[in-house]
């Protein structure tokens, strides 16, 4: 992700932006293609594979037992994890997570954790001694910008369809089989400020070229549960607004696609009324 571009190339999108274009002529708040494949690793819980443009992503769910954090003796734990593989990018170097990739998980994990996509209560085998610990494991297979909403959607949907085995208060797994407690499904929208316009969904030129970086997750009833700002730049109150806005009409246009995707069904409403 450190990979400068061309001072020729930024002016050029820049100016694009300021005719409220694009390079790849789409709107400033449409996203590219999206594409939701689930169940793909028969070895694994849960898992999805999403493209997002020319992004390509898995997300893979594991589900252990483990003890409780001691201030919450009763719910289970989310751990989320990310890995920039060499072959995706000329710029992602092998070794342990580095900071963009410790940044990748932590918003992810931050959008589902605090929408409370995941009924934690319902994955305590017994309090303050035994937990199902979950975890979401993120991997990049191409990148081409907009890491943060492609591996959201991945994580959410790879949760959405994973099945555990339950367990006997002392551990003993049994032979039967549950859906994970699934109860949300938070969706992460990204956008970066070039110059005075902002874009839904960055290429990966446009990433490069932005002076900054803003994210908003919403759940099922069209809150904020989660935000998160990178990179130097900053965005004023109004624009801040604007992305809420966006978000909370394009996540739910991404969480009608994923819901039929993963067959999720929820009988309680989907928004709130004002």
């Known amino acids: 992700m450190s990979e400068i571009l061309p001072l020729i190339k930024k002016q ?3 100016e694009l932006a300021k005719e409220r274009k694009r390079e790849d002529e789409r709107g400033l708040d449409e996203y590219r293609p999206l594409d939701i494949q689930v169940s793909s690793v028969e070895k694994a819980e849960g898992s999805a594979v999403v493209t997002l443009g020319g992004t390509k992503v898995f997300a893979g769910i594991k589900v252990d037992a483990g003890e409780p954090y001691s201030d919450t003796p009763n719910e289970g734990v989310m ?14 170097e092998a070794g342990p997570p580095g900071q963009n990739a410790v940044e990748l998980a932590r918003v992810v994990d931050r959008g589902i954790r605090e929408s409370q996509a995941i009924d934690t209560i319902k994955l305590c085998v017994k309090e303050g001694e035994l937990v199902r610990l ?7 297979l191409d990148y081409d910008g907009n890491l943060i909403d492609a591996c959201g959607i991945a994580a959410m949907a790879a949760l959405a369809t994973t099945k555990m085995q339950v367990l006997e208060e002392d551990g003993t797994p049994t032979e039967e089989y549950v859906d994970l407690p699934v109860r949300d499904l938070a969706i992460p ?14 290429s990966l030129d446009e990433e490069k070229a932005m002076d900054s970086r803003i ?34 009409v394009k996540g739910e246009e991404i ?7 993963v067959q999720w069904e929820d009988s309680e409403p989907d928004t709130e009324e004002n």
């Open 12 to 14: 050029y999108l820049l």
């Open 79 to 92: 751990i989320t994890g990310a890995e920039l593989i060499p072959m995706a990018a000329p710029d992602f």
């Open 134 to 140: 979950v975890f979401v494991d993120l991997h990049i």
């Open 189 to 202: 929208c990204t956008f970066v400020k070039l110059g005075d316009v902002l874009l839904l969904d960055p």
């Open 215 to 248: 994210t908003v997750a919403t759940d099922k009833k069209q809150r904020v549960c989660a935000m998160q700002k990178g990179e130097i730049g900053g965005f004023s109150l109004d624009e801040v607004m604007q992305t809420v806005r966006t978000s909370k």
């Open 255 to 261: 969480r009608a696609v994923m819901r039929e995707v």
